[in-house]
Every structure is written in C-alpha cells, then in structure tokens.
C-alpha cells in the first residue's frame, strides 16, 4: 500500500524537527487542508495562507507590487516572493507557495490553463519549478498539491 503523501511529509518534518508554512493561491487551501488532515500536524505545521488576490499576495506574503506588475500573479517570481513570504511570516523552516491557472478560464497563450507554478522557500534558499497539468479546475488543483507535496518531502528529506 502506497504512504499517502502528507502523512510521509509530516513524518519527514517531525523527524527533522521542522516546520512548514504555507502560501496558496490556485488551490484555495487544498494544500493546508491535506497536511492538516493528518493527526498531530499542529506539531509541523505553522500557517497556512489562501493568497488569491494580488492584494492579499502584498498584504500578507509581502510580494512586492512591482513583481506582480512586471511578471503577474501566476510567474516564477510571485511564486518564489510567496514561498519567501510566507517562511518569512511564521518563522518556518519550509515555506511553499503555488499559483497557476486552474481554469476553465483565465489563460492566454502565453500563460495557459493548467500552468502551475510551486516555490519552496528552505534554509538552503528558495527554488521554484513550472508545471503544465491537463484536466479540469478539480484535477488541476490536486495534481498541484500532489506535485507540491512530493517536492517538499524530497526537500525536507534532503535537509
């Protein structure tokens, strides 16, 4: 039987004796609501954040207008300002942030539906990859969550 995802990551960051903030937009909390699903997780978790309007990315992640007005919301950089934000805020050792184009509407062909982008902000530095999911607004935003959750276990396993 395979470990789901989030119990194998609050495993992990128990282990480590670390801490994970997070910071949300195109998965409106579904992140948050996996790792705190599992029981015990206040002992790992420190916040979570659904950022999804510009303002709430400045107010309360500290992503500076002139990223958002030069890059938008769904770009490396927001989602590496997010992730930096948010570790920054509550003081944890992980920061991770998502932002994307769920869709059905909303992508260009420059930014396309299903373009996600997941930063994860470390004691290492902060590094950020770009994913290209299919499917429907549901489907894109668990494949986010499940991308975003393996990552960060790989992270925090290489700690």
């Known amino acids: 039987m395979t470990e789901v995802l989030e119990v194998v990551l609050g495993e992990a960051l128990r282990g480590k004796k670390a801490t994970v903030a997070v910071a949300e937009s195109c998965t409106g909390g579904?992140?948050?609501?996996?790792?705190?699903?599992?029981?015990?997780s206040s002992a790992y978790f420190e916040r979570g954040i659904v950022a999804y309007s510009n303002q709430a990315k400045v107010d309360h992640l500290g992503v500076?207008?002139?990223?958002?007005?030069?890059?938008?919301?769904?770009?490396?950089?927001?989602?590496?300002?997010?992730?930096?934000?948010?570790?920054?805020?509550?003081?944890?050792?992980?920061?991770?942030?998502?932002?994307?184009?769920?869709?059905?509407?909303?992508?260009?062909?420059?930014?396309?539906v299903g373009l996600v982008y997941i930063a994860i902000a470390s004691p290492d530095g902060t590094e950020v990859s770009n994913?290209?999911?299919?499917?429907?607004?549901?489907?894109?935003?668990?494949?986010?969550?499940?991308?975003?959750?393996k990552w960060l276990v790989s992270k925090v396993n290489n700690l």
């Open 30 to 40: 579904l992140i948050s609501h996996r790792i705190t699903n599992v029981p015990g």
């Open 131 to 149: 994913f290209r999911f299919g499917g429907d607004r549901a489907s894109i935003k668990v494949k986010t969550a499940d991308a975003a959750l």
């Open 64 to 112: 500076s207008e002139k990223i958002l007005n030069d890059y938008g919301a769904v770009s490396s950089e927001t989602a590496m300002a997010m992730a930096s934000g948010i570790r920054k805020v509550a003081n944890a050792t992980f920061g991770l942030a998502v932002t994307g184009i769920a869709g059905p509407g909303g992508g260009t062909p420059e930014k396309p």
